[in-house]
């Protein structure tokens, strides 16, 4: 069940409503927005009392049940799309998000590089790997806690937020100290117990779609996130598993609308990962844009030739730039800046 309250209560009415959630037997997760603040009631309806006398309250709006098994990022739970603040930047809101960088952070040179140039071309989030996973043991790692340092000082230097990814349960700290936004990998996007310790950290979360994971599944394991007290939310799309060879992966750009419809978290297009094609990225940069999507994900590196991961899939500091510019006008069309 949702509870909207009404605007403008107290802190001490909106306390009476949680105590009141609690003693019919659900478990209250709130969510407060700029205009109200809505509460989500998680239990099983039939085994017991239902939540519609809390109309009686004079400080409630109204109670709506929700059909979703999804509940907390449903768009019945939340009208209004969510906007996540991160460094001075709004993802979800009118301004449309770039994360760039490399895909392995592989040393100072590499990454400092990167960054500066990135951000010259209107990037606002800087994307690398210190912990990378690999589907061979024999292929590069990452640098670990090297990396994640390195990143921090590109930070500072720069002034760019940080995107990078948590892989185990044990990194949990670590990472959370280090980065702006937690990336989870699609080959973690089920991986539960990681997405609940992500989530307490409080820090905005990345969810990457699995590699053969239904758009239903995708909200459930975003729905882990959300019911563990953190509101910070965006879908990442990177392409699924067919059985098509041409690409890497088949991007799947009806994700955008489809999730923008089933849910108020915004929407990322990851099209390096997607395609596995650095030829293709441009044009799927430009697809996402005009289709909805609130940023993207892309891999960029001085020499993809040299790249200790994934060359193929990333751009050079000059097509990147070449791409900032050419995505303006989408970005426009779409009523985005």
């Not at 994900?297 to 510019?325: K, Y």
Request: glycine fraction near 8%.
């Amino acid at each position: 069940m949702i509870i909207i309250l009404k605007p403008g209560i107290a802190r001490k009415e909106e306390t009476a409503v949680l105590k009141e959630i609690k003693a019919l037997g659900y478990k209250p997760h709130v969510m407060r927005g700029v205009a109200r603040t809505v509460i989500g009631a998680i239990g099983d309806e039939r085994t017991h009392k239902t939540l519609e006398s809390l109309t009686s309250f004079p400080q409630v709006e109204r109670v709506m049940p929700v059909q979703k098994r999804y509940k907390l990022v449903s768009r019945e739970a939340q009208k209004d799309a969510t906007v996540i603040p991160v460094r001075g930047n709004l993802i979800g809101g009118r301004k449309f998000q770039v994360m760039a960088g490399p895909c392995s952070v592989e040393d100072e040179k590499q990454l400092m590089t990167t960054a500066h140039a990135v951000r010259k071309a209107g990037a606002t989030i800087l994307r690398g790997g210190a912990f990378k996973p690999r589907t061979s043991p024999y292929e590069f790692q990452g640098l670990g806690v090297k990396g994640l340092k390195l990143l921090a000082k590109a930070r500072r230097e720069t002034g760019l937020a940080i995107i990078t990814e948590l892989l185990s349960e044990q990194q949990v700290q670590l990472v959370a100290e280090y980065a702006d936004i937690i990336q989870i990998g699609a080959r973690n996007a089920q991986n539960f117990q990681l997405l609940i310790a992500a989530a307490r950290t409080g820090k905005p979360i990345l969810l990457k779609r699995g590699l053969s994971m239904r758009i239903e599944e995708w909200l459930l394991a975003g729905e882990y996130v959300l019911s563990n007290n953190n509101p910070n939310l965006m879908f990442c799309e990177r392409g699924i598993r067919t059985f098509e060879t041409y690409t890497r992966n088949t991007v799947d750009l009806a994700a955008i609308p489809i999730i923008k419809t089933e849910s108020h978290c915004p929407v990322i297009i990851d099209p390096s990962q997607g395609a596995g094609r650095a030829d293709l990225v441009a044009c799927l940069c430009r697809g996402a844009a005009a289709m909805g999507a609130d940023g993207l994900l892309i891999e960029v590196h001085p020499n993809p030739a040299e790249a200790w991961s994934d060359g193929a899939q990333q751009l050079t500091l000059e097509g990147f730039a070449r791409l900032m510019e050419d995505l303006k006008p989408f970005i426009a069309a779409a009523g985005r800046d």
